[in-house]
């Protein structure tokens, strides 16, 4: 029984490690995400404000993928 709880907790920990590094991953995209859009904004910049609004639909949905993981794990 004790390597069963042992399993689902290294299972449970490998699903929440996951989730972080998706979140960090994130994180970094929606930093980008925010220098660009300034950059676009300050130099007039149409294509690369095109890119960012581009790009927010990939993190949106990387969003919902991790509030996924989350509910089942």
């Known amino acids: 029984m ?3 709880g042992k399993h689902i907790s290294e299972q449970f920990d490998n699903e929440l490690e996951s989730v972080r590094n998706a979140v960090l991953s994130m994180g970094g ?5 925010l220098t660009d859009a300034l950059l676009a904004i300050e130099s007039n910049d149409n294509e ?3 890119a960012v609004l581009s790009n927010d639909k990939k993190i949106n949905s990387l969003e919902m993928d991790i509030d996924g993981a989350c509910t089942r794990i």
């Open 48 to 50: 690369l404000a095109d």
């Open 2 to 4: 004790e390597n069963k």
């Open 29 to 33: 995209m929606v930093e980008k995400q």
